[in-house]
């Protein structure tokens, strides 16, 4: 059960007195007894959703509902087997998303087939992972994230999700607009905000918010809205998003852009994409906004059933002026990456062919991906990455595509999960009764197996043609090499 409707909850919603009628107050007053249900977007990078969902309600008797402004969302109802605790989750074949969540990425209307994607405030990485959906993997993504301490998250969700053409950096969101004036053709900023969503749970409890705290927030979502426009192309869409309903962190950070730059850009209507989403405020308290901010979509809790929210959609109209200034830069050979010469290039190629019966040439080419080396290990570059950021420095690029112990080419488990749907060979499935034995980290001791040990790399899979992850197969065991993080 929820936090009681008490103490922040009620002063935020006195706030809203204007907005809201008592019948309403009382209606959000009402939901917090009922558990907000739990949300999981599926990955069509490894599975076929569809058909994804019908066996997860199978195997964990899940109740859902379609989440009907996203193909890939549903909310669990109710769950035998927690959502976070199954292998299809570690394996990435689902985020687990509040619904709410889902929706900026959902806004972005996306007609090119190769677009440069700016994520601005990017970690913990779930929209991110929707953009990587959204584009099929074929766009580039430029995940930043000012803070240096949600790097390791933001990392790991990318990783395990199996996206490639991504680079993850940490710098403020305010410098792009300067470094890269009209560059993007679609910018996510999914603000930083005091988090007044009105549909407090336990592990997001709602808090106490001041005046100042407001003002504060407000300045720099302010400054990083106006970075995001700056950088973003004529005829490029820019979604600003919080899970703030409070207007000064909302509509009046969007009406403050109007009054610097009036005439750059333009508000698109989502009301009709979301079901049951209000529209923009054009007035609070003592305060008028513009009148195109009814364009804007409020996510109210007692009508949605999610948690608050609030999104807009902008669409850049006229330049916008900026002081260019130069990037940080670094010499990517100082990071160690070195572009494979042909030999290695083909013996790369051939190996995934000849183990996995997988075209790894065609994906390079299809994904517009360089293979690189640093001392032993491979990885696929994005080059969108090399043609248009090469000096940019990052913390992480790409995919570990494998690593050569001695003289053989031990493959990566993300790109095993990624791509092992795909393998015609090299495969080996364990049996049902060892699968706890496997999840749970341990090696499969003396397995039953046609094959001759000789210390290959196979994928592993259950008798359902689950994806299990990477195992080594030794004479007289399976060897384990799940992540230890994983488990």
């Known amino acids: 059960m929820n936090q009681s409707p008490t103490g922040p909850l009620r002063e935020s919603l006195n706030r809203f007195a204007g907005i809201l009628t008592s019948q309403e107050i009382n209606q959000i007053l009402e939901i917090q007894e009922h558990r907000l249900p739990t949300g999981i977007r599926l990955n069509p990078l490894k599975v076929d959703p569809s058909q994804q969902i019908k066996e997860l309600v199978e195997r964990y008797q899940w109740q859902v509902d379609p989440i009907s402004f996203t193909p890939h969302g549903w909310t669990i109802t109710n769950a035998e087997q927690a959502p976070g605790g199954t292998i299809e989750h570690r394996m990435g074949l689902y985020y687990i998303q509040d619904a709410a969540s889902m929706v900026p990425a959902s806004l972005f209307c996306i007609n090119e087939t190769h677009p440069l994607i700016l994520d601005l405030a990017a970690s913990p990485g779930g929209k991110t992972t929707h953009l990587i959906d959204r584009t099929r993997d074929q766009g580039f993504i430029l995940a930043n994230d000012a803070s240096r301490g949600r790097i390791p998250a933001l990392r790991s969700v990318l990783t395990t999700w199996g996206g490639i053409n991504q680079v993850i950096t940490q710098f403020p969101g305010e410098a792009f607009g300067s470094w890269y004036p009209e560059t993007f053709d679609l910018i996510l900023l999914d603000a930083p905000c005091s988090m007044e969503n009105l549909r407090p749970t336990p592990s997001h409890p709602l808090r106490r918010t001041t005046h100042d705290e407001r003002s504060r927030l407000q300045q720099r979502q302010v400054q990083l809205l106006s970075s995001a426009l700056k950088a973003l192309k004529i005829g490029g869409q820019l979604v600003y998003a919080t899970c703030s309903l409070a207007p000064e962190e909302d509509e009046a950070v969007i009406d403050a852009l109007y009054q610097t730059v009036p005439g750059k850009f333009s508000i698109l209507s989502s009301a009709k994409m979301i079901e049951h989403a209000s529209a923009g405020l054009t007035q609070f308290q003592d305060e008028t906004f513009h009148t195109d901010l009814e364009n804007a979509i409020r ?189």
């Open 299 to 487: 996510l109210w809790p007692h009508k949605t059933g999610m948690s608050g929210f609030f999104c807009s959609r902008l669409e850049k109209i006229g330049p916008v002026a900026s002081s260019p200034s130069t990037p940080p830069s670094r010499d990517l050979n100082l990071t160690g990456l070195q572009k494979v010469n042909q030999r290695i290039r083909q013996n790369v190629i051939d190996h995934f062919r000849e183990q996995y019966g997988f075209d790894l040439g065609k994906t390079i080419e299809t994904y517009q991906l360089e293979l690189f080396q640093r001392t032993d290990q491979i990885f696929l570059i994005p080059v969108r990455y090399l043609e248009r950021f090469i000096s940019l420095p990052f913390e992480h690029i790409g995919m570990a595509l494998g690593r050569w112990r001695q003289d053989q080419l031990e493959p990566s488990h993300e790109f095993m999960i990624r791509f092992g749907a795909h393998f015609k060979r090299g495969i080996l499935q364990i049996d049902e009764d060892q699968i706890p034995i496997w999840t749970a980290g341990r090696d499969i001791r003396r397995p039953k197996v046609e094959i001759s040990a000789k210390g290959q790399y196979l994928l592993i899979t259950d008798p359902s043609d689950r994806i299990l992850g990477l195992g080594k197969l030794l004479p007289k065991r399976i060897r384990n090499m799940l992540p230890r993080g994983s488990f």
